[in-house]
Nanobody, 123 residues
């Protein structure tokens, strides 16, 4: 059983940056991947980015490519989402999650979810 604790988020102006962190607890934590999802007001949850835990390869949604970077600290069991050049349309509740199987773009692959953190980008 793993618990994911999310930190970061907040209010930022368009063009600004934020970093989200997702720390996992559990001695046997070894997911297939860790991912970030978001849910904007009135919209469905969408995939943002994922990192394969073992190899460190990453995959991002087209909407955030070139602006968001996912990384991980293997020893600290922590995933990060660095968000640069933020836009008002990035405003959403952001979630991190841990998957035990593919596909990393599907929320159905994720078994553990952290609490959401609000990111608000003002224009």
């Amino acid at each position: 059983q793993a618990q994911l604790i999310v930190s970061g988020g907040g209010l930022v102006q368009a063009g600004g940056s934020l970093r989200l962190s997702c720390a996992a607890s559990g001695n046997t934590f070894s997911p297939y991947a860790m991912g970030w999802f978001r849910r904007a007001p009135g919209k469905e949850r969408e995939f943002v980015a994922a990192i394969y835990w073992s190899g460190g390869s990453t995959y991002s949604a087209d909407s955030v490519k070139g602006r968001f970077t996912i990384s991980r600290d293997y020893a600290k069991k922590t995933s990060y989402l660095q968000m640069n050049s933020l836009k008002p349309e990035d405003t959403a509740l952001y979630f991190c999650a841990a998957a035990r199987r593919p596909p990393v773009v599907s929320a159905e692959a994720y078994d553990y979810w952290g609490q959401g953190t609000q990111v608000t980008v003002s224009s």
